[in-house]
T-cell receptor, first 111, second 114 residues
């Protein structure tokens, strides 16, 4: 069945270092969504990418959707302690609003 | 204040007991979802509903049941048939059942079965 994989599973960085998480789908996606879950919290929507090769920025966060619409990445420049949490990518399965989530990448930032 | 509420935040039950988790939204969303999250894992879909009085099984529906009698409410019952019910349960909603709609999550219920 359809799968969405994320790497790495965990990443520890020193504050100020950059961070990247990668998301790969076994099938072509119509769009991809990214969510952030703070420790002890719930996932919160960050962004959606729709077009092939699309790049979107939110302050220090850069999101990219691959040309083949099967992979995506999230890059954080100069991490801060507020970036701590688990970042999930999610792609639609079917046309019913259902999403399939990657396993997430948990980011820890040492001050 | 619009949003999704889940209660209770923490729930303890004895093995063999059924338990119902509450999920209410006042966002006027048509679609609602239940996910299960285990440590170090992503979100797995239990059930979803695109409209009142209709719902479909997700990837891990065995041992769970739901109802959707009102647009605002989508309670989840964890039955005694669920072999490993201890987990973090998240409810979500979205504007409709289209694939491009973002999902809004409630704060979650952490269920521990003793």
């Amino acid at each position: 069945g359809q799968q969405v994989m994320q790497i790495p599973q965990y990443q520890h960085v020193q504050e100020g270092e950059d961070f990247t998480t990668y998301c790969n789908s076994s099938t072509t996606l119509s769009n991809i969504q990214w969510y952030k879950q703070r420790p002890g919290g719930h996932p919160v929507f960050l962004i959606q990418l729709v077009k092939s090769g699309e790049v979107k920025k939110q302050k220090r966060l850069t999101f990219q959707f691959g040309e083949a619409k099967k992979n995506s990445s999230l890059h954080i420049t100069a991490t801060q302690t507020t970036d701590v949490g688990t970042y999930f990518c999610a792609g639609p399965t079917g046309n019913t609003g259902k999403l399939i989530f990657g396993q997430g990448t948990t980011l820890q930032v040492k001050p | 204040d619009g949003g999704i509420t889940q209660s209770p935040k923490y729930l303890f039950r004895k093995e063999g007991q059924n338990v119902t988790l509450s999920c209410e939204q006042n966002l006027n969303h048509d679609a609602m979802y239940w996910y299960r999250q285990d440590p170090g894992q992503g979100l797995r879909l239990i059930y979803y509903s695109q409209i009142v009085n209709d719902f479909q099984k997700g990837d891990i529906a065995e041992g769970y049941s739901v109802s959707r009698e009102k647009k605002e409410s989508f309670p989840l019952t964890v039955t005694s048939a669920q072999k490993n019910p201890t987990a973090f349960y998240l409810c979500a909603s979205s504007f409709g059942g289209a694939s491009y709609n973002e999902q809004f999550f409630g704060p979650g219920t952490r269920l521990t079965v003793l």
